[in-house]
């Protein structure tokens, strides 16, 4: 049963914190939505940021059951994952009315610049998400894809750095349009043979 | 004297606002910060929120001043401009040691799903500087300097989407690398002849 708990005040704390971000986010009101008793947060987390940084493995390991999928089918060539991948999360938010946002990039954005142990696991987080799209450059790029001129690692990181700007202009923009551009420049002028 | 209070309150909350967030900073700690008397705040602002719209148009003018000179500088080319904005930007965050973020892309990822005033008002404030290098793309077209193959606004949106994203990795690389990878990219695979 503790371990229920723990996972219901998890999930329940990385839902709310996905919209409204971590300050913003106190301990009673995701006890409250999670209907754990008052008090009981102690049993399981050692603090609010302690808290926090579970949350963060609690995102990756929703992003890694989302993409493994499409990550690792190679029936596909390589160039179509990182397309099917990408028109996933396009799809993943046009299903939340463009809210929300990558967590990973939200919590780097609030907390980046705030907490030293938030930096450290965030660019840990960023980084496995930056490894997951090389490694499909790379592939592409062996396949005659995509041009061995590029560099993966760089153009991995570009991706994924503009994917998050793409994420937050399509808050304001309440559309798809900001993702749809992303999309249209990166594949037209960049990950192309 | 009224005027110079308002504009003390303005400045400091955006000062913190700027490197904390909107719901993670509260009145009285600008207040104090200020030098202000607890309670004048209403005074001068119908509520937080009415402060907080006010303080995006500070942030906007900051921007403005500190792009103007260079947009308007017609001795340069307008890729050079473009290309003198981008460097006068990291020139701007590596002496804030790779904190604090573009505050109109920050309350956008903060607040642009949580609050439909700051949404409109952030969204004109991002097209305003999708405006800004719109034109610049436009001038470099003519002069040659960049491809008329590439659709100027489509263009001018994915430059500030991507620098919006880069500073959300800037956050928690602490160095200028993300920075420098989204000038290397944009400049050698996108704003080109």
Redesign the interface.
Known sequence: MKGNTRQRILETGAEIIH???F??TGIQEILKAAGVPKGSFYNYFKSKEDFGLQVIDYFEGFFASLSREIVEDTTISPLTRIKRLLKTFMAFFESKD????CPI??L???M???SPSF?VR??QA?DALVDTYTGMIVEAQEHGEISKQLDSR??G??L??????????M????NAE?LE??Y??IFK??LKP
């Open positions: 919209l409204k971000g300050n913003h463009f809210t929300y946002g990039g939200n780097s954005q609030e980046g610049d705030l930096q965030l660019k960023m760089e153009a990181s570009f994924v750095s503009s994917w998050q700007g793409a994420l937050i202009r808050k304001i923009e309440i900001p551009n992303h249209t420049m002028y960049f």
